[in-house]
């Protein structure tokens, strides 16, 4: 069952990023998710069912 997410949620990878950060922050909602390191500001862009499975937990 899809997840309820929103731009601006706040979510926790299952993984670290390189850089060692965890929480991460959502700017884009759609068929590809848009996130940003809360760590060192670098933006990802994943598919739904890639960011979907993930994320730990949203905060």
């Given at each position: 069952?899809?997840?309820?997410?929103?731009?601006?949620?706040?979510?926790?990878?299952?993984?670290?990023?390189?850089?060692?950060?965890?929480?991460?922050?959502?700017?884009?909602?759609?068929?590809?998710?848009?996130?940003?390191?809360?760590?060192?500001?670098r933006?990802?862009?994943?598919?739904?069912?890639?960011?979907?499975?993930s994320?730990?937990?949203?905060?």
């Amino acid at each position: 069952m899809p997840k309820n997410y929103s731009v601006g949620d706040r979510v926790e990878f299952k993984k670290t990023h390189p850089c060692g950060g965890k929480t991460w922050e959502i700017i884009r909602v759609g068929m590809d998710f848009k996130a940003k390191c809360e760590t060192c500001e670098r933006v990802i862009m994943l598919p739904r069912n890639k960011f979907e499975k993930s994320v730990k937990k949203k905060l």
